[in-house]
């Protein structure tokens, strides 16, 4: 079998998911050729660095110098994933971490570097690999489930303090001069979001067009500079309406997923609730009475997409999330970074002090974000904002 070189770009943060999946990978033709990393305390954190020699570089440019690469993995910060895969797509083919970057024309930008290079970018949203999805995404472009007609999704983590501060650019929607856009729908709950517009594409490959978007979006945090609680209603270019809802501004650690995806002949339900508890499973019931099972939501750290890109990077081909897929999610987020954020007032708020970390709660937000869910509507004046 042909062996598959890998430089990891950008490991201290998600990327060290790269790092642990590689050191266990079952596959001894896969090698970690190089890293780039700034941060120092690498050799301390992964042991795999020094028992295999791998050498660390600060700039992509010092790795490919002494280096070639088939695939490089890029886990770097939003708004650096232009720059980083212009210096790596001419060598190598490239998995870059999601969202694909920050601004329009840099996804062009990586469309064209693909024809001129001929080496691929695929974009690391996991749910897009997953099998499971994938057998749901063929039913549905075959008809078996009929024309879509409504989709909807929440997905939420509870974010603080450490969260916002772990580096300089979480919750900005500029650093250093750069559009980042951070926010719980570009970054820590894009998955359910995206996993919607990608469902709905019409090619394994492709996610649907995204044509209107309406939403309000919120503040609570102090230290966030762009929103943190955001309900979305997003209309594909064939008019099926696509709700979203997502905060890091809740009482739980995590609420959901749910979903649920309206088709003409059935209905998709994750985390549906059959008597034991809600059921993180993608169930279709068809109207006939047919049900099936497609399986359980995939987790942050499964690594199918890992295992995809090796196997396009050894044999051809590309994976099945392109840039193009990747672009409603992008298109989407800068709608929003043109609307207005309003701050929640402070009599909403409840200021949370646990396990060394600062929060701030959205007083009665999951009744709100609940019966929103339930209705298919924005919270319109049920959260209280700053005059
Ligand atoms: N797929 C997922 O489930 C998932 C989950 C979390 C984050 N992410 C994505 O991963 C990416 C990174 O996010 P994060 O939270 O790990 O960010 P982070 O800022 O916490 O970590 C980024 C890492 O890149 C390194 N880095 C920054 N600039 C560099 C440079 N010029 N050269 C070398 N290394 C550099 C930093 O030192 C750090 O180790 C983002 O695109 C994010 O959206 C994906």
Redesign the pocket.
């Known amino acids: 079998m042909k062996q598959v070189k890998i430089f990891l770009?950008?490991?201290?943060?998600?990327?060290s998911f790269y790092v642990n999946a590689l050191s266990d990978w079952k596959d001894k033709d896969v090698v970690i050729e190089g890293i780039?990393?700034?941060?120092p305390g690498m050799e301390e954190r992964f042991p795999i660095i020094r028992e295999r020699q791998i050498p660390i570089y600060k700039s992509p440019e010092e790795f490919y110098a002494q280096h070639q690469a088939d695939l490089a993995i890029i886990?770097?910060?939003?708004h650096?994933?232009h720059p980083h895969v212009k210096a790596c797509i001419a060598h190598s083919n490239v998995l870059v971490?999601?969202?694909v970057c920050a601004v329009l024309s840099e996804a062009e930008d990586m469309l064209r570097w693909e024809q001129e290079t001929g080496h691929f970018v695929a974009v690391?949203y996991?749910l897009n690999y997953d099998r499971n999805l994938n057998a749901l995404k063929r039913d549905i472009l075959s008809g078996k489930l009929g024309k879509p007609v409504c989709m909807k999704a929440l997905q939420a983590f509870k974010r603080g303090y450490n969260y916002y501060h772990?580096?300089n650019?979480a919750g900005k929607r500029i650093v250093d001069g750069c559009p980042v856009n951070d926010s719980p729908v570009n970054?820590s709950s894009a998955?359910q979001f995206q996993n919607m517009l990608f469902l709905l594409g019409d090619a394994m490959d492709r996610a649907a067009e995204v044509k209107a978007v309406e939403a309000e979006l919120y503040r609570a945090g102090s230290y966030v500079e762009n929103f943190d609680t955001a309900a979305l209603k997003v209309t594909t270019a064939e008019d099926v309406p696509v709700y979203y809802y997502t905060t890091h501004n809740m009482e739980a650690d995590q609420w959901g997923p749910m979903s649920e995806f309206c088709f003409e002949n059935a209905v998709v339900y994750l985390g549906k609730d059959y008597g034991q508890g809600p059921l993180m499973d993608y169930v279709a019931e068809w109207k006939d009475g047919t049900v099936h099972d497609y399986g359980p939501v995939p987790t942050?750290w499964s690594m199918q997409k890992l295992e995809d890109a090796i196997e396009c990077a050894r044999n051809g081909g590309h994976p099945v999330c392109t840039v193009q897929a990747a672009m409603s999610h992008l298109r989407t987020v800068l709608w929003l970074s043109e609307m207005p954020v309003y701050p929640v007032s402070e009599e909403a708020l409840i200021l949370e002090e646990k396990n060394g970390d600062t929060f701030y709660r959205i007083r009665d937000l999951e009744n709100i974000f609940s019966r929103c869910y339930e209705e298919k509507s924005l919270p319109g004046g049920r959260i209280p904002v700053e005059e």
Do not use: D, V
Not at 9 to 15: A, E, P, S, T, V
Not at 36 to 39: G, K, N, Q, R, S
Not at 75 to 78: L, R
């Open positions: 770009f950008g490991i201290g943060g998600y990327g780039c990393e700034l941060m886990s770097t910060p939003i650096l994933h971490e999601k969202p690391g996991q772990r580096n650019w970054n998955h942050a």
